[in-house]
């Protein structure tokens, strides 16, 4: 939904029905109502400020645990199978990043685990932590130093792009071997999917009303 | 009104930032760039998150041009040593960035080389001077409307991470071509170089407030 009239005058105690864009500052009046799965824009710079999506509170927690679960099996797992000239070699998840680290790639074989696996299990039971208490109408421990971290962590979730690396290194040795895909393969690619789904359906705006309305 | 405006600055000698009507700071309302939450502005915390609460991102300009001259300085050495060693029987063949481009045309899979030029040449170089040309736009007229310009640091804050993928491809090589006395691939120096590239771009993307571009006034 667009909304043409810029705001003129506020009163200095109506603060809550306001939203400024967060990329032109712009002062948005807040609709009463705000239809499912409509999407309140920035009437000047057309950013998405927040969209309302049906049950998003059961569908964080369940896509966030889903994701979690997917993660866990697409770490217990063999990944990839490499088969060439009768040998066979077969990495797990964690072996991607931990063969730079034997390389002397300390620094990188890190930054690669943090942005495949560590950031985006933070930000996952960190939601968890946050999320399950506010679906149970208990008081979530920690709540505004989790809102503050987790917005902090997400740009940094790089699944996505790493299962097209994974992809794309695949098309690149695909002639020289038989490549054999593991468990793990595919949990990842499930994992991607929820991640994405349960990172969009909490947006930052979001989660701070819930931790809002919690206390 | 701008001749006023003009004038004030001219005669002060200081930078007055007078703010569009409407947005939240010539309301004397900041937002709370950690939580989003409406405070006024005199406050120094967000009274919700506690943050730190500024109008505008202290030293945006400053701070982002720091990191892109870091990131551009860095680009040098990520294209010219070897982001990979591929060993064949004992026969060690470097290649950077540009060279693995070249090889995959020679062996004919252009996707492959179209991903790889793109993440790895086309969308660094494009983020890092889009970058430059907005923290120029932010005081200078320039031929793009401000919406035009909003949607183009949209669109690199989108893609910053995609550059990210070269790095892990080498990492999924490093793991998996591993044939004993036959064939194996290590890591080079232009890895570690091309990583910070990518997170110092991305870093320069955060820091940029885009909402100086909306603060500047329209000089016809």
């Not at chain 1, 797990?92 to 299990?121: C, H, K, N, Q, R």
């Not at chain 1, 968890?128 to 962590?153: N, Q």
Request: glycine share 4%; charged share 15%; with cysteine.
């Amino acid at each position: 939904m667009k909304l043409d009239d810029p705001v003129d005058k506020i009163a200095d105690h109506s603060l809550d029905n306001y939203i400024a864009c967060h990329e032109c500052d712009q002062l948005i009046a807040m609709p009463e109502v705000l239809e499912r799965n409509q999407s309140l824009i920035c009437p000047r710079c057309h950013s998405k400020q927040l969209t309302n999506y049906a049950n998003s509170l059961d569908h964080s927690i369940a896509f966030s645990l889903t994701a979690l679960i997917l993660l866990v099996i697409a770490n217990s797992f063999p990944f990839l199978t490499f088969e060439s000239q009768g040998q066979v070699r077969t990495i797990t998840l964690v072996e991607a990043s931990y063969d730079l680290y034997l390389e002397g790639f300390y620094l990188l074989a890190m930054l690669v685990y943090a942005f495949v696996v560590f950031i985006p299990v933070f930000y996952l039971v960190a939601v968890l932590i946050l999320l399950i208490p506010i679906k149970l109408k208990l008081r979530p421990p920690f709540a505004v130093f989790i809102g503050k971290t987790v917005s902090l962590a997400l740009p940094w979730a790089m699944t996505e792009v790493f299962f097209v690396g994974v992809l794309v290194a695949l098309i690149k040795v695909m002639e020289l071997a038989n490549i054999l895909f593991g468990i793990s393969f595919w949990a990842y690619a499930g994992f991607v999917l929820f991640f994405t789904a349960a990172s969009n359906v909490a947006s930052k705006r979001q989660l701070w009303r819930w931790i809002e309305d919690a206390r | 009104m701008h001749a006023e405006e003009s004038k004030v600055s001219a005669t002060s000698q200081q930078k007055q930032i007078v703010y569009a009507k409407g947005t939240a700071a010539s309301h004397g309302i900041a937002n709370c760039h950690v939580c989003n939450q409406l405070a006024v502005s005199s406050l120094s915390y967000c009274p919700r998150c506690k943050g730190r609460l500024h109008v505008r991102y202290a030293n945006s300009i400053q701070q982002t041009l720091a990191f892109i001259v870091t990131a551009m300085l860095l680009y040098i050495p990520a294209n010219a040593y070897p982001i990979m060693t591929t060993t064949l029987l004992g026969d060690a063949a470097p290649s950077t960035i540009i060279s693995g481009v070249i090889l995959f045309i020679d062996h004919g899979s252009y996707f492959v080389a179209f991903v790889i030029f793109t993440a790895s040449i086309l969308i660094p170089i494009a983020k890092m001077l889009i970058i430059l040309w907005l923290c120029y736009a932010t005081s200078k007229n320039t031929r793009l409307s401000k919406l035009e310009l909003t949607r183009l640091y949209r669109a690199t804050e989108f893609i910053g991470k995609w550059s990210m993928i070269d790095i892990f491809v080498v990492a999924i090589l490093v793991a998996l071509v591993q044939v004993t006395g036959l064939m194996s691939i290590e890591p080079g120096l232009a890895a570690r170089a091309f990583a910070m590239v990518v997170i110092l771009t991305m870093i320069a993307a955060h820091q940029f407030d885009v909402r100086l571009i909306w603060d500047r006034q329209q000089q016809s």
